[in-house]
């Protein structure tokens, strides 16, 4: 899966000033977007611990850019997570065909036969 | 045999095999036989016969890898994970190369209608599909079925640390490839 983001614009100009300025700081402190976007998945799968929470707020706080990022996360799960996914490559409508709903019954029926034997 | 179509549905959704998910079934019907009595009619009968699968897929998983892996993510770099989607989005000290809300507004808009609902799961089903195996694995066992990542990691048979690493890297290359598939708000 490539990640060609090309007919993507950049960042708006005073983001990439402020980045520019304040870059290598911001990366030192674990401050940056990157570190942000890292956070951001983090905490829909464990605590984030009290350092975790106070970049991430600190972040949220004075970075425009990044502040939609939790919110889009959690629409990506929800979307995902709230309505059946369509079927995949396999085709729409999935269904057993009739040899496989044979074969289920038969077993069915021999874990059951075995079941009236032990009573 | 009335829910056997929707728990087929559902297996081959998380499997991708129809055979694979064909003996899924068998083996949630044959365990749901035997459970009988543990159902005591709270549940819709459905909603328990995919708890059922849910440990099923798990177990197949687990099979599959029999022998869970210590390995870090760096050692499983060239195994079938995809590329680190960072390295594409972020320059080199750590600052967003592309503005990532630029296509992502049916993302952050409240309240979604039907229609875009539509829209949003069709492109999330086409951007799964394009996810490595075991990402893909990783991603629906945790955001669809919301297992812990303790099972999840088990399941993809890597360590908890690493499933957390590899699910961060999931939904980084959902949401780029969301963001290029830009759903108009």
Redesign the interface.
């Given at each position: 899966?490539?990640?060609?983001?090309s007919?993507?614009?950049?960042?708006?100009l005073s983001?990439?000033i402020a980045?520019f300025l304040m870059?290598?700081f911001?990366?030192m402190a674990g401050l940056?977007?990157?570190?942000f976007?890292?956070l951001c998945?983090?905490e829909?799968?464990?605590p984030l611990s009290r350092g975790e929470r106070f970049r991430y707020r600190f972040h949220a706080m004075m970075c425009r850019?990044?502040r939609?990022?939790p919110?889009?996360?959690a629409?990506?799960?929800e979307?995902?997570?709230c309505?059946?996914?369509?079927?995949?490559?396999?085709g729409e409508g999935?269904?057993?065909d009739e040899a496989?709903?044979d074969?289920?019954?038969r077993?069915?029926e021999l874990?059951?036969e075995k079941?009236d034997q032990t009573k | 045999?009335q829910e056997?179509?929707k728990l087929?549905?559902y297996a081959?959704?998380r499997v991708?095999d129809?055979h694979t998910a064909?003996d899924l079934?068998?083996d949630v019907?044959?365990a749901a036989?035997?459970k009988r009595s543990g159902f005591d009619g709270r549940s819709m009968l459905g909603t328990w016969l995919i708890g059922i699968m849910k440990f099923k897929i798990l177990d197949h998983y687990r099979a599959k890898k029999r022998n869970p892996t210590s390995m870090a993510v760096e050692m499983i770099e060239d195994e079938d994970w995809?590329?680190d989607?960072?390295n594409?989005?972020?320059d080199g000290?750590?600052?967003?190369?592309?503005?990532?809300?630029?296509?992502?507004e049916a993302?952050?808009e409240t309240p979604?209608d039907d229609a875009k609902?539509h829209d949003?799961?069709?492109a999330?089903?086409a951007c799964?599909?394009?996810?490595?195996e075991r990402l893909r694995l990783l991603f629906?066992l945790?955001?669809?079925d919301?297992l812990p990542?303790s099972d999840v990691a088990a399941a993809a048979g890597v360590t908890a640390g690493s499933a957390?690493v590899l699910?961060?890297r999931a939904?980084?290359?959902?949401?780029?490839?969301?963001?290029?598939q830009h759903i108009a708000p």
């Open positions: 899966m490539s990640c060609n983001h007919s993507s614009p950049k960042p708006p983001y990439r980045h870059g290598p911001m990366k940056s977007c990157r570190h976007a890292e998945s983090n829909m799968d464990r850019l990044c939609p990022l919110l889009q996360f629409k990506l799960g979307a995902v997570s309505c059946p996914m369509p079927a995949p490559t396999i999935v269904t057993l496989a709903r074969r289920i019954l077993s069915l874990v059951s079941d | 045999m056997s179509d087929f549905a081959v959704t991708g129809r064909e079934v068998q019907v044959i036989w035997e995809g590329s989607p960072f594409q989005l972020f000290q750590g600052a967003w190369k592309i503005d990532p809300n630029y296509g992502m993302f952050t979604v609902r949003i799961l069709r999330v089903r799964m599909d394009g996810l490595p629906s945790r955001e669809l919301q990542v957390a699910l961060t939904r980084h290359q959902l949401r780029a490839c969301l963001q290029r």
